[in-house]
């Protein structure tokens, strides 16, 4: 029986596209003040350079075409703005209820990747910490995902054993991984950047379209022995 789920944050809980649109924001915000011109214009510039080349030098590139010099200095301080902007995000429909849901019978933690200080701004805005038992940041405990020992712990913080835990994530090259490492169940949730591609060495015990119609399928697996 499944008793303790342990559950990724990004692209699984909210949509991180729009933690990247909110940090973005904030640094337009910033460089706007530098370069006197319209917030908006900024980020409508800033955005067209991420959709068309990704993050890598979306900063350099915005302050080039409004004329002011990317210095290194300058380039760190907006990095800084950015990671500690607080976000504004919200989880994805009918997630909030369905964490409560399955609290009443399971035990649960998040298991987050990525740089501490980002991930608790976003637990912060999503207020999930209220709704979980634990969240464990792979980073702080310089664990990076699909390193299996961070759901080991959160496993141990929930005192479940590895029969009765299930890792759920929408990134098979994160979450199965690990959870296959660890000897860990696995649900994979079809949302988020990888939801379409297809992971053959990495397949998980069940898959779902959303967290929200996991939640069936969860206690469905209760029944496997």
């Not at 740089?115 to 940041?137: F, H």
């Not at 991984?177 to 696995?186: D, I, T, V, W």
Request: negative net charge; aromatic residues 6%; glycine residues 8%.
């Amino acid at each position: 029986m499944v008793r303790a789920l342990l559950i990724d944050l990004d692209d699984t809980l909210y949509d991180e596209a729009s933690y990247v649109r909110s940090g973005m924001a904030a640094v337009a915000r910033e460089i706007a003040g530098l370069a006197g011109a319209p917030v908006a214009d900024v980020e409508a510039l800033m955005l067209e350079e991420l959709a068309r080349n990704g993050r890598g030098k979306v900063f350099d590139v915005a302050l080039e075409r409004l004329g002011v010099a990317p210095q290194p200095d300058l380039i760190k301080g907006l990095v800084e703005a950015y990671r500690d902007h607080r976000p504004d995000i919200t989880l994805w429909p009918g997630v909030r209820e369905t964490l409560g849901d399955l609290a009443r019978d399971h035990r649960l933690a998040i298991v987050t990747d990525g740089l501490g200080l980002m991930q608790r701004r976003k637990v912060e805005a999503l207020g999930v910490e209220a709704l979980v038992e634990t969240v464990v940041y792979c980073w702080e405990l310089g664990w990076p995902k699909p390193d299996p020992r961070p759901y080991l712990k959160a496993m141990e913080q929930l005192g479940g054993t590895p029969a009765e835990t299930l890792v759920v994530g929408d990134n098979p090259g994160h979450d199965m991984a690990a959870a296959q490492a660890a000897g860990l169940k696995s649900l994979r949730v079809r949302t988020g950047r990888f939801a379409a591609e297809t992971f053959p060495n990495l397949t998980a015990d069940a898959e779902a379209d959303s967290f929200v119609a996991a939640a069936p399928l969860i206690r469905r697996l209760e029944t496997v022995s």
